[in-house]
């Protein structure tokens, strides 16, 4: 659930001798305006009011959910986190409030505690390799990367089929072939430019050309420019357009040429912003050579090189964010039910940036409360826009009896993977 118009998608009626797995939109708006309207009277859908969504929680109680789990965590050695990311999760799901009613997870932490083993095991396979040579290094690397579509695939079948809202649980329809088809694009721009990379810097002399130097670094932002939005898109395209809840599947409407258009006004606000940046260089140059000859020069241009790098990409960060939330969840679409999404660049940039200064004043203890205050303005954005009866719809989906997912989700294993 989460750096503007929404696309409507009519219902289609079903049509006889329909497949019963068919992924088609039930037609509940037609049926509840004919219901209202007389026979010769014209159906039209009657937007509801908009049904926000609200977090409950705060961060006093989630700081305490969050201290137990780090100090058990600890403890055992990292067995427990397993544990409390079950913990934690169920916290902040049956603290979202939408509708008048609540979320739910029910994950298994055995099977959580499974991915992570699993994650270590490829963590040390790579350091390990690393170790051995150039080569093992690049061929563990295209193989973790090669089997990253797999894992994506069983993360978000394990998250939604552990999900539920009203006691009815969300499902995955993504299959594993589905998951390389769309999003083997991505391992295979990260190992070219590793490759073109490598490449380039192992043909440098003791003495590189100025020239080579810069079609290398135009080579590569260029294949992430073009590369990186494509591979959002798919990814995203993949999540929603094969999530489902009860009987009614979702409809993802954004194009790729959505993404790409964020992705380039990002660049654009690098490039401007890094006009007031340069201006601030040069009426602090003075200051800041004569910081850098002191005897802790060394500390202060590594502190002061790591804030502005951390700087830039919090703004880039803020703008990314809230454009991608915006763009997927307005063009998301569940029967009958779609979204609005109105996070602001502006207000997440602020959070952020807050967050972050308290919890450096704090030495980290105002993490939970940073995260507590930032779920509720995500949520705060976030709205459905009914054009039926939500009660006939929720209604509808409690036939499917899909409830039982939820207890299929434990014969498999979880992967932490950030989406």
Not at 88 to 95: K, M
Not at 100 to 128: E, Q, S, W
Not at 199 to 225: E, N, Y
Not at 352 to 374: D, E
Request: glycine share 6%.
């Amino acid at each position: 659930m989460t750096d503007t118009s929404t696309l409507r998608l009519e219902p289609v009626p079903a049509q006889p001798n329909t497949p019963a797995n068919a992924k088609a939109a039930p037609s509940l708006t037609v049926a509840h305006e004919q219901n209202r309207s007389g026979p010769h009277e014209a159906a039209e859908p009657v937007p509801l009011n908009p049904q926000r969504f609200e977090f409950t929680g705060s961060g006093g109680e989630y700081f305490r959910i969050w201290v137990v789990n780090l100090l058990l965590t600890i403890l055992t050695l990292g067995v427990y986190s397993a544990w409390a990311k079950v913990r934690r999760l169920q916290y902040f799901y049956r603290n979202t409030r939408v509708a008048g009613d609540i979320f739910d997870y029910h994950g298994n932490p055995t099977a959580i505690l499974k991915g992570r083993i699993l994650a270590l095991v490829l963590l040390v396979a790579y350091k390990l390799a690393s170790e051995i040579s150039m080569i093992a290094l690049v061929i563990v690397g295209i193989v973790l990367m090669g089997i990253m579509p797999w894992l994506l695939a069983r993360a978000f079948r394990f998250k939604l089929a552990n999900s539920s809202y009203r006691g009815l649980h969300f499902r995955f329809h993504g299959t594993v072939a589905q998951a390389y088809r769309m999003l083997i694009l991505f391992p295979i721009i990260l190992t070219f430019i590793g490759v073109f990379a490598w490449s380039v810097f192992t043909s440098f002399d003791s003495h590189p050309r100025i020239g080579l130097i810069l079609l290398a670094v135009l080579l590569l932002v260029a294949v992430l420019m073009a590369g990186v939005p494509l591979a959002h898109y798919l990814l995203k395209r993949f999540q929603h357009d094969n999530a489902y809840y009860g009987q009614s599947p979702f409809f993802f409407h954004a194009t790729a040429g959505s993404f790409f258009k964020i992705y380039v006004q990002a660049l654009l606000l690098a490039l401007v912003g890094g006009i007031p940046a340069s201006i601030f260089g040069f009426l602090t140059g003075d200051l800041f050579n004569y910081l850098a000859k002191t005897p802790f020069g060394w500390l202060f241009i590594f502190l002061y090189s790591v804030a502005s790098a951390y700087a830039s990409s919090m703004v880039l960060r803020a703008f990314v964010e809230s454009r991608i939330q915006n763009l997927v969840w307005n063009n998301t679409e569940l029967a009958d039910v779609s979204f609005e999404s109105t996070v602001s660049a502006r207000n997440l940039l602020w959070i952020h940036a807050s967050n972050l200064a308290l919890i450096m004043l704090t030495a980290g203890l105002y993490k939970p409360f940073a995260t507590v205050r930032l779920v509720k303005y995500r949520l705060a954005s976030l709205a459905i826009l009914p054009h039926a009866g939500l009660d006939e719809f929720f209604a509808d989906q409690a036939a499917d009896g899909a409830g039982a997912l939820g207890q299929e989700a434990g014969e498999f294993f979880d992967i932490d993977i950030a989406l």
